[in-house]
T-cell receptor, first 113, second 116 residues
Framework: AQSVTQLGSHVSVSEGALVLLRCNYSSSVPPYLFWYVQYPNQGLQLLLKYTSAATLVKGINGFEAEFKKSETSFHLTKPSAHMSDAAEYFCAVSGAGSYQLTFGKGTKLSVIP | EPEVTQTPSHQVTQMGQEVILRCVPISNHLYFYWYRQILGQKVEFLVSFYNNEISEKSEIFDDQFSVERPDGSNFTLKIRSTKLEDSAMYFC??????????????FGAGSRLTVL
């Protein structure tokens, strides 16, 4: 069984500040991990994915995430927030051979000018 | 960039009515999915579909739900007799292949269903 916990349903940062969105997972098999972003009135867009290669994963729009097995974490970071980063971010996990993605509840990111 | 399209974007229906949500997956994708998100809750897996049959389904996907690929392009989710608790955003997704590595899903913008 797999599960994802995203700490903080709402995070606010100032423009130019570090973005840190937290995700912890639970998986009985080696996980594949994903971050998706949802802009208003749009679908879920893949930001980045971890597939057991490099533990530091770079995604689109300057985001990156680090897989830490010892902490069962996959936190999403961006060094400098931009107004266009305001959106809802979802962490998700799947296991090898599964069709399912298990999502976290999502974290809404607000960027303050 | 190829995208998954969903119609309608918003549907309001009376309890007990049948609803069909439609999706056009990316043309070369072989796997199709429905997920839903009740307001304020997690995005939940409903069903996956491959080679004209259901490959996985969740406990949520009971006899009230069905999926179909009626032609070469559409993928539909039918709810036979809607209940208030079916009110949610329904996301369609597709993927190219399951493969050995991670299965990357492309999602549509969603169809919001409101049951009164």
């Amino acid at each position: 069984a797999q599960s994802v916990t995203q700490l903080g349903s709402h995070v606010s940062v100032s423009e130019g500040a570090l973005v840190l969105l937290r995700c912890n997972y639970s998986s009985s098999v080696p996980p594949y991990l994903f971050w998706y972003v949802q802009y208003p009135n749009q679908g879920l867009q893949l930001l980045l994915k971890y597939t057991s290669a490099a533990t530091l994963v770079k995604g689109i729009n300057g985001f990156e995430a680090e897989f830490k097995k010892s902490e069962t974490s996959f936190h999403l970071t961006k060094p400098s927030a931009h107004m266009s980063d305001a959106a809802e971010y979802f962490c998700a996990v799947s296991g090898a051979g599964s069709y399912q993605l298990t999502f976290g509840k999502g974290t809404k990111l607000s960027v303050i000018p | 960039e190829p995208e998954v399209t969903q119609t309608p974007s918003h549907q309001v229906t009376q309890m007990g009515q049948e609803v069909i949500l439609r999706c056009v997956p990316i043309s070369n994708h072989l796997y199709f999915y429905w997920y839903r998100q009740i307001l304020g809750q997690k995005v939940e897996f409903l069903v996956s579909f491959y080679n004209n049959e259901i490959s996985e389904k969740s406990e949520i996907f009971d006899d009230q739900f069905s999926v179909e690929r009626p032609d070469g392009s559409n993928f539909t989710l039918k709810i036979r007799s809607t209940k208030l608790e079916d009110s949610a955003m329904y996301f369609c997704a597709s993927s190219e292949a399951r493969g050995v590595g991670a299965n990357v899903l492309t999602f549509g913008a969603g169809s919001r269903l409101t049951v009164l």
